[in-house]
């Protein structure tokens, strides 16, 4: 399921290795942050971590250059 949230800014990875905050115009603000290509490497990177790890888990991810990175992978715990 994709459900597009409502946002007025962005954090863009600056030279630095830090994070800048811009804001966004209402064009952005109401389109989708991932394409479907993203939505689909997700969904195979979820599906590789429940073969490896099992269910309920709490992934992290990041998107750079189209390409899908795995941050970290552990069991959600209460």
């Known amino acids: ?3 597009i949230g409502i946002k007025d800014k962005a954090l863009n990875l600056n030279l630095n290795g830090g ?3 811009v ?3 209402k064009v952005q603000a109401v389109r ?3 394409t479907n290509n993203d939505l689909k490497n997700l969904y195979q ?3 590789a971590c ?4 099992g269910d309920d888990l709490d992934i992290e ?4 250059n189209g390409k899908v990175h795995l941050l970290q992978c552990r069991s959600i715990t209460t």
């Not at 429940?50 to 790890?53: C, F, G, I, M």
């Not at 991810?61 to 750079?64: D, N, P, S």
């Open 23 to 25: 804001s966004i115009d």
């Open 50 to 53: 429940k073969s490896v790890y």
């Open 61 to 64: 991810w990041g998107i750079t």
């Open 32 to 34: 989708s942050s991932l």
């Open 45 to 47: 990177l979820a599906n």
């Open 1 to 3: 399921e994709s459900k």
């Open 19 to 21: 994070l800048d905050e």
